[in-house]
């Protein structure tokens, strides 16, 4: 008898309960659900129930070959659901947060390359620096920055954040370059009122890590507003590479304390975990993979 039909008997009869449920269910006869497990039993050598008139019950061995087959049969469904979309077009929407800088210079310009390939799908991103719940907020996928505490869901590493510290020629000219991070403390140093990370910053050297909190006459809660600033000659900022990357290379701006590099900062795209997950997820996390990963 064909044995994975047999191991799909098996796991009926033991979530029916019974013999005839299982024939039920399967539309078959009961003496054939029969046939089926003592066929298994018998390649096996062993008893997989014991059975009464009035109930059945697993064996030790018959315990674990049912863990055994569900795990099999499992996998089986899963590859041929794969293979049929694979067929298919991705569809429908899928909701992603993302912090606001990264989400604004690197997020929303992939997403129109994603769904130029996949038309079908529609995207919701929701910027925000503050960290999202994906299961109360009904989201599929968030992009994290900093270190991600141990949730129970997926976090795949992608290329790590980097921070840079800059001012325009015409700050620098007017009130000279720092050569050690405890210079900033004479300097305007514009913040980042979002996070407290931002307000003391720490810098990498060869004997130790160097922090200094700073006070500057401005605050913002907005990258973008804080890199007019700086380019207005209003003060020093520290800010993503990927924000100032256009700035930097036309030298609007230039990059300060070279030999005292910020601490790099984890990246990763966090989702649930999900056997069953939609094509389009599927897909959409491959292109992120792509894009970002490591």
Known sequence: MDQLTSMKTFVTVVQSGSFASAAEVLGISSTMVGKHIKSLETNLAIKLLNRTTRKQSLTESGNLYFEH????????????SEIRESNSKPSGVI???APITFGSECVSNAIHEFVRIYPDVKIDL??????????????DLAFRIGDVPDSGMVARPLQPYRLVVCASPQYIARYGEPETPLDLERHNCLLFNYHKILRTWTFCSKSSNISVELNGNLSINNGFALKNAALNGSGIIIQPEILLEEELRSGKLVEILKNFPLPIRPMHLIYMRDQKMPLRLRKFIEFCMNQWGI
Do not use: N
């Open 69 to 80: 087959c569900m795990e099999i049969l499992e996998k089986i469904r899963v590859k041929e």
């Open 95 to 97: 909701k992603i947060t």
């Open 126 to 139: 929701m910027l925000s620096d503050f960290v999202v719940d994906l299961i109360g907020g009904q989201y």
